[in-house]
């Protein structure tokens, strides 16, 4: 695991973006996994700058909300289509999330990971971090082996994502179809960024902490290509 520590959000944001934009230049049909999060949104804003072609790339969104309609504008779907897929040259049908809305969501969750095998697997995963240490939307006690299905989220991580249902935890859903932490490992590369004072002891349990189920993302650790890029906040607890 490479720890890129860097002096603040803008700064850190950049290098992200400029490491996907890379990958991209560099593999045109990259099979890109994309996260979610406030984090994420300047990561977007950068890319779509930078005027990087997406035309031959596959993406696949590490997770969605189950029961939000793909037009509701908190749904993932949304959200991607707002910050990046509406700005830039992607083939729509090559942007793939998973399917909130499905009757069967086990069939779901395999029918996405079937979509990932035949696409090849993913190239480079871009995660984000939750303040439960999940990654995707894996909750404290996910299977470091999980691969995707659906997941109740804790209480904890619908109030940090409360923000964008009005403030109203009770608004944001129960419930969300996520990659597991098994489908996140199997990426040939993983990028992790993290910023902000909230996320110090987090990153800190992540990358220093033992292996364990109680925080997902420090599964990270036994990435063989990892790079987790901090800002000095996120960075205070390391
Ligand atoms: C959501 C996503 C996660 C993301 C997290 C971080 O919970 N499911 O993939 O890592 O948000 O959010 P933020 O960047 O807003 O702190």
Redesign the pocket.
């Known amino acids: 695991m490479e720890i890129v520590p860097c002096p603040d959000r803008q700064r850190a944001v950049a290098l992200t973006a400029r490491l996907i934009e890379a990958r991209l230049r560099a593999k045109p049909n990259l099979v890109l996994g994309l ?6 949104e300047e990561v977007y804003a950068h890319l779509v700058a930078s005027g990087v072609s997406f035309a031959h790339c596959t993406t696949f969104n ?2 969605e909300y189950v029961g939000l309609p793909p037009d509701d504008p908190n749904s ?1 779907i949304s959200y991607m289509r707002h910050h990046l897929f509406d700005h830039v040259d992607i083939d729509p049908a090559r942007a793939n999330l998973p399917d909130g809305m499905a009757p069967d969501l086990t069939a779901a969750g395999a029918a996405y990971e079937a979509r990932i095998a035949e696409a090849g697997g993913i190239d480079l995963q871009l ?5 439960s240490g ?4 894996n909750e404290p006690l996910s299977a470091l082996r999980s691969r995707t299905r659906d997941k109740i989220l804790t209480p904890t ?1 619908r109030g ?2 409360a923000g964008m249902f009005g403030g109203d935890s009770s608004a944001v859903p129960k419930r ?1 179809l ?1 990659m597991g932490v098994g489908t996140i490992l199997d990426s040939r590369e993983l990028v992790l960024l993290a ?2 004072a ?2 110090a002891k987090v990153v800190a349990r992540a990358v220093e902490g033992p292996l364990t189920a109680r925080i997902s993302a420090s599964a990270i650790q036994m990435h063989t290509c990892c790079k987790v890029v901090v800002d000095a906040d996120a960075a205070a607890e390391l």
């Open positions: 996260a979610t999060g406030r984090t994420m590490l997770d993932y995660l984000g971090i939750g303040e999940h990654i995707g939307f991580t940090q994502n969300a996520t910023s902000g909230s996320k």
